[in-house]
């Protein structure tokens, strides 16, 4: 590890990686949902998004091919993350999307951040919990200065009380790896190896409860870079979500809800008996740690906006039968059981097939969707149906209908396919950029490989396995590629 890092790994890149929760798109339905007034991104808007320790930049190329006409930038410290977003861009031909190098501990009050303009959205994914007190306390003046009323912020970070029996874990992991070897890839291996050894040895600590044995168990089998940045930060520190909210309060930010739309109904995170306490709280931040207490969700995405502006359940249906939906799901194999935090929810098939098949041909408005020709059901409550599908990520919100696949979606998919292929995993998770949607949709690098000879015409699964070089007994993976979940791609208008 080089001495400028100030305690952040340098030495190893991160992965690069597209995470739904991020999605513009996402964060105002979080927003409408939870009954705050907001517009959701539309059509040609003049929206900026503003991201916080962006890596290698692939969330902000994503969302600048879906948006041609968005402004984003994306900041990170490290200026090998920053040298490689702008290369891709720059091969993509992308020109709304800004790369800076910044130390978000004084960015604020550099002249770089002067050419920052007001933001719409911000997201900080895999940030805040990993760097010192002085970044955050830069981070919370920077959204002072730079996110604009009504704007809206979305955060992850390591939740207490569900890592509070891992942090002992953690520690191990990194004093441990720090003396058994260099770099930091290397000490993550080692650490995990020693941890798990003493999880052999019975070790009570990581012993019980028992999410923290299975979280160790599972360590092993995750890319080393992942494992570099997670665990070995000299400064990583899971946080009450009480405390994010009172840190971002300097910044006029109140909490208002999930990205993870799912966690936002208390009836499908919670028991009767614990929405029975969390009900005996107005305080909306007691109720989530009540929330926190009852549920192991080790990551939280929560959902701040700078001027909450409250509307009624009538205004707020309103606005979300205008929502736009796009299945990321083949419509005959939507599930009809989901576990959920409280257990399992069992979808009504005479309901919620009607309406992906109305889907598949390409999104649709949640209005049009409720009257579809054979829904059968209860048709005036948009929550709900939006809820399910979004929440359980059988559909994502989209920005246009009617639109092609688009030119610079188009070619940052063809850059990402020609980059990655030479250096990852065929089955890696991915994501392809697409117009219609405005934002990306999830897909394994095969899975754009395949789309991207579709789109030259190329559907033969032999054919297709033999220019990546697979065995003709892999074609059968191929074939079943092509017949679900290509139409799944071309209606979200990837290809």
């Excluded at 009380?161 to 990194?174: N, V």
């Amino acid at each position: 590890m080089t001495g400028w890092g100030s305690g952040y790994i340098t030495d190893i890149a991160y992965l690069s990686g597209w995470y739904r929760q991020q999605s513009p798109g996402l964060l105002a339905l979080a927003c409408l949902m939870n009954g705050v007034e907001t517009a959701m991104p539309a059509g040609d808007d003049p929206v900026h998004v503003l991201e916080l320790g962006c890596g290698q930049g692939y969330a902000a190329l994503l969302l600048a091919a879906s948006n041609p006409t968005w402004r984003i930038t994306a900041v990170d410290f490290n200026p090998a993350h920053i040298a490689a977003a702008r290369a891709w861009a720059a091969e993509a031909r992308l020109e709304n999307v800004t790369f800076l190098e910044a130390d978000l501990a004084t960015l604020a009050e550099d002249r770089a951040a002067r050419m920052i303009p007001e933001a719409d959205f911000v997201t900080l994914h895999g940030l805040w919990t990993w760097i010192a007190p002085a970044v955050r306390d830069g981070i919370v003046r920077l959204l002072r200065d730079k996110v604009r009323p009504g704007g809206i912020v979305h955060v992850s970070y390591n939740v207490l009380p569900a890592w509070g029996p891992r942090i002992g874990m953690q520690r191990l992991i990194h004093d441990a790896g720090r003396v058994l070897a260099g770099r930091s890839d290397r000490q993550a291996e080692e650490g995990i190896k020693l941890a798990q050894s003493l999880l052999a040895a019975e070790a009570i600590n990581l012993r019980l409860p028992a999410s923290t044995g299975q979280m160790l168990e599972q360590l092993g089998s995750l890319p080393v870079a992942y494992l570099a940045h997670e665990l070995m930060n000299e400064n990583w520190q899971p946080c009450f979500m009480a405390d994010v909210a009172a840190a971002f309060a300097g910044a006029k930010l109140e909490w208002v809800g999930s990205s993870n739309l799912i966690e936002n109904f208390p009836a499908l995170t919670l028991t009767a008996p614990q929405q029975a306490v969390q009900q005996r709280f107005d305080d909306p931040l007691l109720r989530e740690l009540v929330k926190d207490m009852c549920i192991d969700r080790a990551l939280r995405h929560d959902v701040f906006v700078r001027g909450v502006r409250r509307i009624t359940q009538p205004v707020r249906d309103a606005a979300l039968l205008d929502v736009i939906l796009g299945m990321s799901v083949p419509a005959d194999e939507l599930p009809l059981e989901a576990s959920i935090p409280a257990g399992k929810v069992e979808l009504s098939r005479a309901f919620y097939h009607p309406v992906a098949q109305a889907m598949a041909d390409g999104p649709r408005r949640t209005k049009d969707l409720l009257q579809a020709d054979h829904v059968q059901g209860r048709k005036d409550n948009p929550a709900e149906l939006i809820g399910i599908l979004v929440g359980l990520g059988f559909a994502e919100p989209a920005v246009r209908l009617g639109v092609g696949p688009g030119a610079a979606a188009i070619r940052l998919n063809q850059v990402a396919l020609r980059r990655m292929l030479r250096t990852e995993n065929i089955n890696r998770p991915v994501a392809a950029a697409s117009l219609r949607m405005g934002t990306a949709m999830p897909l394994t690098l095969l899975e754009l490989f395949v789309a991207e000879q579709a789109r030259q015409g190329n559907t033969d699964a032999l054919y297709v396995g033999e220019l990546l070089g697979m065995a003709a007994h892999q074609g059968q993976t191929i074939d079943s590629i092509i017949q679900t979940r290509l139409p799944v791609l071309r209606a979200a208008g990837v290809f």
